[in-house]
């Protein structure tokens, strides 16, 4: 499988493994596909307000039970070929044979698409349902990074879950398999949005005894509607701390004091990480620009290079 051009990383990297290994941080946003033209249009406005921060990639994420397939990899090979941007390509082993896996890899290859996230992605039939994979696909994310690992010279990032994926059986048996994903070949992990520091330095402690030594991006959430990440944190099983949901519900019927306390807490939680280590992180930015951009000029004042 031949592969485009790569592009050129901060720091001069050409993937992130790279960038990451000179000792690099990493700033990145993360996108989803959107399901109508006027929400095409509301995610290309924010590609293009991000773009001038210079983040070290942006991703688009896959829909759930990859219905949103051929969307996501048609956008991010807009992104690669029409931007000055890295685009990650998101692919998942839910509703695929491997013949379709390897196809989705192929497409993003033609792109020029060289760094990719494998995820196994959430049952068919949503969280809390038993998990079935397809007749003639993958049932774990560590087998889907090993078939892309034997396609070509990729850079593979895989999740990871600072308070344990929801149906892992405890915080061990969780970093165990996220050391499993770095053996079959992942170059980093991205974890799922949280909101305590401690989580996510006890996950880097945990999988390093399991000898996972991949760099962990921690993933951050600015919280702008209480509803909403209310049900997010309910769907991902990421934990909604007390002490946050009643800041926000004392401000939830003004607007602006809720975006206010999202960017105080996200920022507040961003500049602990950094100090602590952290080697990067990664915006979750629900298509909207001014609340992420807010949060990236707190902590990184200047682009990176």
């Known amino acids: 499988m031949a592969l485009g051009l790569p592009s050129t990383l901060p720091g001069g990297a050409t993937t992130i493994r790279e960038l990451l290994a000179g000792g690099n941080r990493s700033f990145s946003f993360e996108f989803f596909p959107p399901k109508t033209d006027a929400g095409e249009q509301q995610l290309w406005r924010a590609v293009r307000e991000l773009e001038p921060l210079a983040p070290t990639f942006v991703s688009v994420t896959y829909g759930a039970g990859g219905t949103t397939r051929e969307r996501t990899v048609r956008i991010t090979g807009r992104i690669a070929s029409e931007t000055t941007l890295t685009p990650v390509g998101h692919f998942t082993c839910v509703g695929h044979s491997r013949a379709e896996i390897r196809s989705v890899v192929g497409a993003y290859a033609d792109a020029g698409v060289r760094n990719v996230l494998a995820l196994r992605g959430d049952p068919p039939g949503g969280l809390g349902q038993p998990w079935v994979r397809h007749p003639l696909g993958l049932d774990h994310a560590d087998e889907l990074v090993s078939l892309v690992c034997e396609l070509g010279d990729f850079c593979v990032g895989v999740a990871a879950f600072p308070e ?9 048996s969780d970093a165990r398999f996220l050391a499993r994903k770095a053996e079959a070949g992942a170059d980093y992990a991205i974890t799922q949005f949280f909101f305590n520091a401690d989580a996510y330095f006890a996950l880097v402690d945990r999988a390093a005894r399991y000898g996972c030594t991949i760099p962990i991006i921690p993933g951050i959430m600015p919280v702008t509607n209480v ?4 049900r997010m944190a309910l769907l ?7 002490w946050l949901a009643d800041r926000l519900h004392s401000v939830e019927s003004d607007p602006d004091a ?19 280590g952290a080697p990067g992180l990664h915006f979750y930015t629900l ?19």
């Open 236 to 242: 991902s099983g990421a934990e909604f701390p007390s």
């Open 287 to 305: 298509n909207r620009s001014t609340a992420t951009r807010e949060i990236y000029a707190n902590v990184a004042p200047s682009p990176v290079s």
């Open 258 to 276: 809720v975006r206010a306390v999202g960017i105080e807490v996200a920022t507040e939680l961003s500049s602990r990480l950094l100090a602590g």
């Open 227 to 230: 509803m909403q990440i209310e």
């Open 164 to 172: 344990k994926h929801p149906e892992a059986s405890d915080l061990d």
